[in-house]
């Protein structure tokens, strides 16, 4: 069974940094594309970043610059690096995977259960 | 970007009721057209991909249709677990957009 558990949310001040983790397991991993979701309290989903199995990383216009995924295939772990936090990034984060379909389509077929990151002072 | 527009953005309906949420996408998407169900709490769930396409273990009553810019999600025959939020997500382009969502409502 797929399993994706996100962990490192926190209360953080505007202008500080966060990395969340997602751990992976009952797939491999590296075959895997990987992304960030997040989710404003209360608000709908924003796509926020993603990494393929080759390391291609795409981001959205909000956090480019700022956020900075990763991914360790030994460990099956998927990171983001979050600098230069404002209130704007709080929200729910997910991690998804990747639906395995050769040929196009980015939809997202397993999700974790999120990590919540509050900016504020 | 590709914006993702849903409506409406509520609805209620009976137990046994049919609903359908509509997507509109402001360019072509071919079918590349996913919808996600979200219960309260709980992560999104993909229910549908390819704008029609039912992913396993979804219950047949979810229907999903069209493409380029106009796509549609039908549930007939409501159940309580419905309830929740649905939303659609164009997956042919970066960056990967969402509607707004759709939050249904089970009487």
């Known amino acids: 069974e797929v399993h994706l558990v996100e962990s490192g949310g926190n209360l953080v001040q505007p202008g500080g940094s966060l990395r969340l983790s997602c751990a992976a397991s009952?797939?491999?991993?590296?075959?895997?594309?990987m992304n960030w979701v997040r989710q404003a309290p209360g608000k709908g989903l924003e796509w926020v970043s993603y990494?393929?199995?080759?390391?291609?990383?795409y981001y959205a216009d909000s956090v480019k610059g700022r956020f900075t995924i990763s991914r360790d295939n030994a460990k099956s772990s998927l990171s983001l690096q979050m600098d230069r936090l404002t209130a704007e990034d709080t929200a729910v984060y997910f991690c998804?995977?990747?639906?395995?379909?050769?040929?196009?389509?980015?939809?997202?077929?397993?999700w974790g259960q999120g990590t919540l990151v509050t900016v504020s002072s | 970007d590709i914006q993702m527009t849903q409506s409406p953005s509520f609805v209620s309906a009976s137990v046994g009721d049919s609903v359908t949420i509509t997507c509109r996408a402001s360019?072509?998407?071919?079918?590349?057209l996913g919808w996600y169900q979200q219960k309260a709490g709980e992560a999104p769930k993909l229910l549908i991909s390819?704008?029609?396409t039912l992913e396993s273990g979804v219950p047949s009553r979810f229907a999903g249709g069209g493409s380029g810019t106009h796509f549609t999600l039908t549930i007939t025959s409501l159940q309580p677990e419905d309830s929740g939020a649905y939303f659609c997500?164009?997956?042919?382009?970066?960056?990967?957009?969402f509607g707004q969502g759709t939050r249904l409502h089970i009487k």
């Open positions: 009952g797939f491999t991993f590296s075959r895997f594309d």
């Open positions: 360019q072509g998407v071919l079918a590349w």
């Open positions: 990494m393929s199995s080759s390391g291609t990383t």
């Open positions: 998804a995977r990747r639906i395995e379909e050769p040929g196009g389509g980015y939809f997202l077929d397993s």
């Open positions: 390819r704008a029609s």
């Open positions: 997500q164009q997956a042919n382009v970066f960056p990967l957009t």
